[in-house]
């Protein structure tokens, strides 16, 4: 239960306030999860914060600061301090005021939408549009990048994965508590598709993979190289994975697979690519590395 005191501090948006409470029982489970989590629920909002301070246009820094924290629970308390600012434009008026009641309120849109078994970031980045309009600061917005929102969401959902189901979070802001979901967690696959508005196919297709890191244990992906650019494959040829984890077939150093690959393109509402999926469904056979050719990075 938060005391007087505690309220009375978070109740101050517009200066940075915020506060991440962690719920738990003394003694169940293991306690570095706990501290575990704070810290990923701390980087997710950092990088949010970074990326809502960027898409503003303006010389500011917004740097989280730990001003407090109690005991009975993991109760932290936080402030963003906001710096910079050369901008004759914003400098007209109470700009660290203003900026710092859109921070926190872009955090608590951030912790609502997490809380969604799918992420919405489109919702998301017309709720940031919204608050940047109230706060007086949408003329100086850019778009948001989704990347960084992609990444604020790992690093969330990587955080609730540290704590187990009789643990409780709550994100605290302007008097206010938000029940944090810890049961809504994404797959990589699952953010990947965050921000995908169209997936194409392609394949099969011939192409030559040199071998950076095999999978020897049969149970992770294929570090491979195509050209300058590192990609992670599945093989899906049972009989020649067979033969490989049986020692029938050899990879050394510098070798690479001539396969027959389908390959998946990920775009995203502009028509960019944001990401490939390449699955090898045969492998033809293994090119011997020659020492005449450039050694593998």
Not at 24 to 31: F, T, V
Not at 71 to 89: P, Q, T, V, Y
Not at 201 to 209: A, Y
């Amino acid at each position: 239960m938060l005391s007087n005191n505690d309220i009375s501090l978070i109740k101050h948006p517009q200066e940075g306030y915020f506060g991440l409470k962690i719920e738990y029982q003394p003694g169940k489970g293991d306690p570095k999860r706990v501290f575990k989590a704070m810290a990923g629920f701390v980087a997710s909002l950092e990088t949010i914060d970074i990326e809502l301070a960027r898409s503003l246009n303006v010389n500011i820094h917004a740097d989280l600061v730990l001003e407090e924290t109690k005991s009975g629970s993991l109760l932290s308390f936080f402030r963003n301090l906001l710096k910079g600012a050369d901008n004759e434009d914003i400098k007209n008026f109470d700009w660290k005021r203003i900026l710092g009641g859109y921070l926190v309120k872009g955090k608590e849109s951030f912790i609502r939408n997490t809380n969604q078994n799918k992420f919405d970031i489109e919702g998301f980045k017309a709720d940031i549009r919204r608050l940047a309009s109230e706060s007086g600061a949408s003329e100086f917005s850019t778009p948001l990048l989704d990347a960084n929102i992609v990444q604020a969401v790992r690093q969330i959902s990587e955080a609730k994965g540290h704590l187990i189901e009789s643990d409780g979070a709550s994100f605290l802001e302007d008097g206010h508590t938000h029940n944090i979901n810890l049961s809504s967690k994404y797959t990589e696959g699952e953010l990947r598709e965050i921000g995908v508005k169209e997936i194409l196919k392609s394949g099969p297709q011939p192409m030559i993979f040199a071998v950076k890191k095999p999978d020897f244990l049969g149970n992770s992906m294929w570090e491979l190289k195509h050209g300058t650019k590192t990609v992670a494959a599945s093989i899906k040829d049972k009989p020649w994975l067979d033969k490989f984890h049986n020692r029938q077939v050899t990879i050394n150093p510098g070798d690479s697979l001539r396969c027959l690959v389908e390959v998946t393109s990920f775009y995203d509402t502009n028509g960019l690519l944001k990401d490939e999926e390449f699955d090898i469904l045969k492998v033809i056979d293994v090119i011997g590395y020659r020492d005449d050719q450039t050694n593998l990075v």
